[in-house]
């Protein structure tokens, strides 16, 4: 059994099981690929995978080496860029989800940078999901995520509290701070955060939990995009509270409420659970978590 058996195992349990798509994936033939199983079932005497007809379906002793491999190639990874890459030692590959990512995170790596200036830090902004995946493959170290992971193997711990606010257009007939009946929020054309970002997984949870949901009109990645046609009068949106504070102010949205709803939430950092925390991973770590009491907030300027 080597690192290229697991590598090999690895790649098809995340090819859905698919042998002919990981040989593709790894540059390799099918019959490989199947040797290498074969090879490795044979070593330990456990069937890794149920043969169903034409298709594979992961054993539970399957299961259990997943996490076993997952484990072993994160730390040989680690291994490997941190002797490959010594002279630039303390390389940090951080996610962070849209609204972190354009509001926080810079704010966070100026202040490590700070502290750490001999650190290297490679920022990946994308939507939660995608960065819960990165975190599987060991493409990040940790993420910065709005939402709740939804993938068991990782470690999620809660580092500060936010909340979405509903926004109209000043000409919709609502005045700021008016307290809506859940039938007239319903009413309402809504413009939202796309499928997959934190903003958008909070705001359908807190309307399942109320028993019913919507049909957004507009679906988008970019904050500015929803408050600028909430602005020209094309429906509402629920955004993170900081990212609308600066338009609230200059009277360009009004803020209201619904009765009933609410939409708090926590950021989150995520991990893997068997993932190896450097020392300057855990320092920035404890920067996010005490961020707030150790340096102003940041707010929103519209520049996303």
Same mark, same amino acid.
């Given at each position: 059994?080597?690192?290229?058996?697991?590598?090999?195992?690895?790649?098809?349990?995340?090819?859905?099981?698919?042998? *002919?798509?990981?040989?593709?994936?790894?540059?390799?033939?099918?019959?490989?690929v199947?040797?290498?199983?074969?090879?490795?079932?044979?070593?330990?005497?456990?069937?890794?995978?149920?043969? /169903?007809?034409?298709?594979?379906?992961?054993?539970?002793?399957?299961?259990?080496?997943?996490?076993?491999?997952?484990?072993?190639? @994160? %730390?040989?990874?680690d291994?490997?860029?941190?002797?490959?890459?010594?002279?630039?030692?303390?390389? %940090?590959? +951080?996610?962070?989800?849209i609204? /972190?990512?354009?509001?926080?995170?810079?704010?966070? +790596?100026?202040?490590?940078?700070?502290?750490?200036?001999? *650190?290297?830090i490679?920022?990946? /902004?994308?939507?939660?999901?995608?960065?819960?995946?990165?975190?599987?493959?060991?493409?990040?170290?940790?993420?910065?995520?709005?939402?709740?992971?939804?993938?068991?193997?990782?470690?999620?711990?809660?580092?500060?509290?936010?909340?979405?606010?509903?926004?109209?257009?000043?000409?919709?007939?609502?005045?700021?701070?008016?307290?809506l009946?859940?039938e007239?929020?319903?009413q309402?054309?809504?413009l939202?955060?796309?499928?997959?970002?934190?903003?958008?997984?909070?705001?359908?949870?807190?309307?399942?939990?109320?028993?019913?949901?919507?049909?957004?009109?507009?679906?988008? *990645?970019?904050? *500015?995009?929803?408050?600028?046609? +909430?602005?020209?009068?094309?429906?509402?949106?629920?955004?993170?509270?900081?990212?609308?504070?600066?338009?609230?102010?200059?009277?360009?949205?009004?803020?209201?409420?619904?009765?009933?709803? @609410?939409?708090?939430?926590?950021?989150? /950092?995520?991990?893997?659970?068997?993932?190896?925390?450097?020392? @300057?991973?855990?320092?920035?770590?404890?920067?996010?978590?005490?961020?707030? %009491?150790?340096?102003? %907030?940041?707010?929103?300027?519209?520049?996303?």
């Open positions: 059994m080597t690192i290229r058996h697991l590598k090999i195992f690895l790649s098809v349990y995340r090819s859905n099981f698919n042998m *002919t798509r990981a040989a593709e994936e790894l540059h390799m033939t099918q019959p490989a199947s040797l290498a199983i074969k090879e490795l079932e044979q070593y330990y005497g456990v069937a890794l995978f149920d043969r /169903i007809g034409k298709r594979l379906k992961i054993s539970e002793a399957g299961q259990r080496f997943y996490e076993y491999s997952a484990h072993i190639i @994160s %730390m040989f990874d291994m490997e860029k941190g002797m490959k890459d010594w002279d630039s030692f303390g390389v %940090m590959r +951080v996610g962070a989800s609204t /972190i990512g354009s509001q926080f995170l810079p704010y966070y +790596v100026k202040a490590f940078y700070n502290r750490y200036p001999d *650190t290297q490679k920022v990946t /902004i994308e939507p939660s999901e995608r960065l819960e995946q990165k975190i599987l493959k060991n493409e990040l170290d940790f993420a910065l995520i709005e939402g709740i992971p939804h993938t068991p193997p990782l470690v999620s711990e809660e580092y500060m509290e936010d909340y979405l606010t509903v926004i109209c257009p000043t000409n919709s007939g609502f005045y700021p701070g008016q307290l009946s859940v007239e929020f319903r309402q054309n809504f939202l955060r796309e499928h997959g970002s934190g903003t958008r997984d909070i705001f359908e949870r807190v309307l399942e939990a109320a028993g019913f949901s919507v049909s957004p009109i507009w679906e988008a *990645t970019s904050t *500015t995009a929803l408050v600028n046609a +909430v602005v020209n009068g094309l429906g509402i949106a629920v955004l993170p509270h900081r990212m609308v504070i600066g338009p609230i102010e200059r009277g360009l949205v009004i803020a209201v409420r619904v009765k009933g709803l @609410s939409f708090k939430r926590k950021f989150h /950092i995520v991990y893997h659970k068997e993932k190896f925390l450097t020392s @300057s991973a855990k320092a920035f770590i404890e920067l996010c978590q005490n961020y707030e %009491m150790d340096y102003p %907030m940041p707010k929103y300027n519209g520049l996303y």
